[in-house]
Structure formats: C-alpha cells, structure tokens
C-alpha cells in the first residue's frame, strides 16, 4: 500500500526549514543539493524553489552547479538576537503594566489630597496639617510595626532605590531646612495598658544622625 506524505510535509515552508536545519549543520555553509533533494526525499526542481528565493534576497549564493554557500548572517546569532529581543519586549512589556499601576498609584494619592484640603471641616486649621500618633496607631496595616515618620519642609525630596533582597534603603534630601525622623512603635493596645495612645503627641524622638540638609 503506498501512503502518500502529508500535505504540510511536502509544502515548501516544511522544506524550507528543514533546509536551514541542513544548512546550520554544513561545514562553511556549502551543501550539494543533490544531496539535499535525496536527504529531503523530494524532487530537485523543489530544492530550486527554496533556493531561487534564497538566492534573489542573497541569502545564499552558487559555488557550482549543484553547490550553494550561505552568506547570510550568523543562524546562531540570529536565532540569539530573537531571544534576547523577545526578553526585551517581555521586560518592556512588564514595565509598561507597572508604570501604569503607579500612574493610578499617584492619581489616587492626588484625589485623596484633594478632598483634604477641600473638606471644610479642615480649612477652619489652614496651619494645623498634621499627623498624630493615635492616627498612625489607628491604621491596622501598621499593627505591630515600627512606623519611620519624616518631617520635612517643602520640597524635600524622598527617593527609595530598586529594593535589595536583604534591605530597603530610602533617601531623603533637603535644602530648605532641618529633617525631622521619628520612630513610631505601634502595639495592639491592651484593656487597662497606658500607651502613648493616651497622651496627645509623641514624647521622644530621635535626633537626625545626618546633617540638616540631607537625610
């Protein structure tokens, strides 16, 4: 019973790329297309296809008769400029969705800010923006942390690097005064326990380790 080859099989993109596969492996490049039409099992005049394409965009050129050399580029470095530009594009791919998440990230923030200083209610103490230690301790994120709260004048400037994988470093910088960092140690407040909750401000803070313009 003869079985005839599938029709992918015979196609010219099948023989296509099993003809590159022949050429990655020839030594220089050069392979006998006699032997390429007899290794492919089909007809020559379908190796001519191939290299008749191949040949127009001087991909490969004829040493002889039956003979051809590639002359393109590199396969291997080609095959490696397709990775690290698929890698590329995850990565930009990735950064683009953090980008966005930040964007909505500050409009947030922005909104937020907004609503707070167009509340009535705080517009009768323009001079009294501020955060207590009973708001902090408010917070059940912050529950059994210990809370770093700046203070700063006007255009400070706040930059936090590319997290490391033993630490978290985050640099502050002024020109226009002094930076003040207080550390705050929430705890669960306890029935009957006197905390800091039960006075109206911080009682001690720490003395900035860095000059007055830089933090």
């Not at 003979?67 to 930009?92: F, M, R």
């Not at 207590?132 to 408010?138: E, L, M, N």
């Not at 002024?174 to 929430?186: A, F, N, Q, R, W």
Request: aromatic share 6%.
């Amino acid at each position: 019973v003869k079985v005839k080859k599938p029709r992918f099989d015979a196609s010219l993109v099948y023989l296509t790329r099993k003809f590159m596969d022949l050429v990655k492996t020839a030594p220089d490049g050069i392979l006998d297309l006699n032997e390429v039409a007899t290794t492919l099992g089909v007809r020559k005049r379908r190796v001519y296809d191939i290299t008749n394409v191949l040949d127009g965009i001087h991909l490969i050129q004829k040493r002889s008769k039956n003979h051809i050399q590639w002359v393109g580029s590199n396969l291997d470095q080609v095959v490696g400029k397709a990775t690290k530009q698929q890698n590329l594009k995850d990565e930009l791919s990735d950064l683009s969705a953090m980008e966005e998440a930040l964007d909505e990230l500050i409009k947030d923030c922005a909104h937020q800010l907004f609503e707070l200083t167009d509340d009535k209610e705080n517009a009768k103490y323009p001079d009294f923006a501020y955060v207590t230690y009973q708001d902090i301790c408010s917070i059940q994120a912050f529950q059994e942390q210990i809370v770093i709260a700046i203070k700063a004048p006007e255009e400070t400037k706040l930059e936090i690097p590319i997290p490391k994988e033993d630490c978290i470093e985050v640099h502050v910088k002024s020109t226009k005064g002094p930076v003040d960092v207080y550390l705050c140690e929430v705890q669960q407040e306890k029935p009957g326990a006197k905390t800091f909750q039960d006075t109206d401000s911080i009682t001690s803070e720490t003395e900035p380790s860095v000059p007055p313009d830089e933090g």
